[in-house]
């Protein structure tokens, strides 16, 4: 059997089948046979599984399923030689995370802090976030002792390498999925032969399980009920199938590694000088009367009816951390052009009162947008901020479509006023899909995951027709499919994600976007090139060199420095 036409498949939920992970990988080939490890351990959330292909191509296709969605579950899915690593400084391991917490859960949290390369939960109590740059890694440092959900969480940058691969693919450490797979490519093997008229079958498809048989093959017949090779019957009377020997189980105990972390060597605990510091690029503006909302100059006149105040919608809580204790003073606002200077963004909201800190969201949800985490020094503040959930304003000359809520809720789906589109790629924008469906109704909030792999809900301001709304078949030139809002529509479009995606037409093929994005990026590199000279970033072991010379020092982290 070749190992190359094998393929490993991480986080596989443990009610999952073989038939329905077959299923899942139709589209790439034939899958002779599916085998599952962990799946009695207690101490994992999910189990992984072993698929074999019918050849090395398939294989290959196979690995491109990587971190798509499987029943829920972001599977991770590689050869079985493929040596993968959680990088050390790259990586943080999450500790103490609560049963209940989700790996969108950690994207939605850690996702903040750059770009999120991969997740995996080992055991059920921690989890490993591997991120593009070293940067985000010591940044999202800042959640350790945290709450998430309903546990205080520890974040620590891994200090080794680990590598992402649960499990060996041998004879030795998982003797009974290797022989498993191993007898059914024999068994496959010699009834592709007898399909395609092979006058002789040997037994050289079998050599490396049936090691005890040394007699001639001239003299043996082959069994394919029993996957084996025995005597021809040396008299007419004698019985031409003898007894099979029997095998014990405990030649194919599952041998499991269970040294998932232990040796994870951790850094010292930093102590957080958690005192409130005040990021005041404006004056405040001294008089509450008028509307704050209306110092920004808004849209045309002839669209009135686009502000949504927030007493019109329902939200529904959602699991955070970092910022559990100033939670009722943080808001998060989406929906924000890469075009807009973020000192504008500072600048309008300093209106409403004194800003604690602010976060930069990546765009993940859509690649012309950014989203921001703006935490007040009063609670009071955010509350005014969120009396308007949707607003159209205009920041840097660019108008654009405002959205503001808390940053553990979301909108809740109505499914009377929502619709489910099956996929919509991350360079769509919200305006893109409010033109879509201008003749269905208004399009109030359009609700995607952070790393976009499961269907888009729509939300309009009022109840809207099905029948009309299955009408629209095309979203800015992608053809999507748009069905009434269930949890088993949003179950099958999920599972089809890599299908939808494929089909999707990138920004690069869409000449306005694709000129749009290329002045983004020359505007991003011209301000990082022009303007930011040094950007520091949290070190858990830097120490002052000279204490006894340098006794009053100061460490500032996560510091931009412009001229």
């Not at 190359?4 to 139709?26: I, M, Q, R």
């Not at 991120?131 to 709450?147: D, G, P």
């Not at 890599?498 to 089909?503: G, Q």
Request: one cysteine or more; a negative charge.
């Amino acid at each position: 059997m070749n190992p190359n036409e094998v393929v490993y498949v991480g986080n596989v939920p443990k009610p999952a089948t073989a038939d329905e992970l077959t299923e899942f990988f139709k589209d790439v080939g034939k899958v002779i046979k599916v085998s599952f490890m962990r799946e009695n351990r207690n101490d994992c959330r999910t189990k992984i599984g072993f698929v074999l292909f019918e050849n090395e191509m398939q294989a290959m296709k196979a690995c491109s399923y990587d971190q798509t969605i499987f029943q829920w579950n972001r599977v991770i899915v590689m050869l079985v030689n493929d040596e993968r690593h959680f990088w050390a400084g790259h990586t943080v391991v999450v500790r103490n995370i609560a049963s209940e917490t989700s790996e969108e859960d950690l994207y939605e949290n850690f996702g903040r802090y750059g770009m999120i390369e991969s997740v995996q939960v080992p055991t059920s109590n921690f989890a490993y976030i591997g991120f593009k740059e070293k940067s985000a890694a010591h940044s999202a440092q800042r959640l350790n002792n945290t709450m998430l959900g309903s546990s205080k969480i520890t974040v620590q940058v891994l200090q080794r390498n680990v590598r992402v691969r649960l499990e060996d693919f041998d004879s030795f450490k998982t003797p009974r999925v290797f022989n498993e797979l191993m007898e059914a490519k024999a068994k496959y093997n010699f009834m592709q032969d007898a399909a395609n008229g092979s006058a002789v079958v040997t037994s050289s498809h079998y050599r490396d399980y049936d090691e005890d048989e040394d007699e001639d093959e001239d003299n043996r017949v082959y069994d394919p009920v029993t996957n084996r090779f025995y005597d021809k019957p040396k008299a007419p009377g004698q019985s031409s199938m003898p007894q099979v020997r029997s095998v014990s189980r405990n030649r194919y105990a599952d041998e499991e590694d269970d040294d998932d972390d232990d040796d994870v060597v951790m850094p010292p605990k930093i102590q957080w000088n958690k005192e409130p510091v005040t990021v005041d690029l404006v004056s405040p503006n001294p008089s509450p009367e008028p509307d704050l909302f209306d110092t920004v100059r808004t849209a045309p006149e002839d669209d009135e009816g686009s502000e949504i105040r927030r007493r019109h919608l329902e939200f529904s809580k959602v699991p955070v951390c970092g910022i559990a204790t100033v939670v009722n003073a943080a808001i998060r606002v989406e929906n924000i052009p890469r075009e807009v200077v973020d000192e504008d963004v500072i600048k309008y909201f300093d209106q409403f009162g004194h800003i604690l800190s602010m976060e930069i969201g990546a765009p993940t949800r859509c690649l012309f947008t950014k989203n921001y985490t703006i935490v007040f020094m009063q609670e009071s503040v955010a509350e005014r901020v969120l009396d308007c959930f949707m607003r159209k304003c205009e920041f840097s000359g660019v108008v654009t479509t405002m959205f503001t809520m808390r940053v553990d809720e979301v909108v809740h789906d109505d499914p009377s006023r929502c619709v489910l589109v099956d996929y919509i790629s991350n360079s769509i924008t919200f305006e893109d899909i409010v033109d879509a469906f201008r003749n269905i109704g208004e399009v109030i909030y359009v609700k995607k995951t952070v790393r976009n792999t499961t269907p888009t809900v729509v939300h309009f301001r009022n109840r809207v027709s099905i029948d009309r709304a299955k009408q629209v078949t095309k979203i800015d030139g992608d053809t999507v499919r748009v069905v009434s809002f269930s949890q088993d529509a949003f179950k099958t479009f999920t599972n089809d994600y890599w299908k939808l995606k494929n089909a999707s037409t990138p920004y690069s093929k869409k000449p306005l976007k694709n000129v749009r994005m290329m002045d983004i990026e020359m505007k991003e590199a011209t301000e990082k090139s022009n303007y930011m000279i040094i950007k520091t970033v949290f070190n858990p072991t830097y120490r002052n060199p000279e204490p006894t010379r340098i006794k009053n020092e100061a460490t500032i982290y996560h510091l931009f420095i412009f001229h």
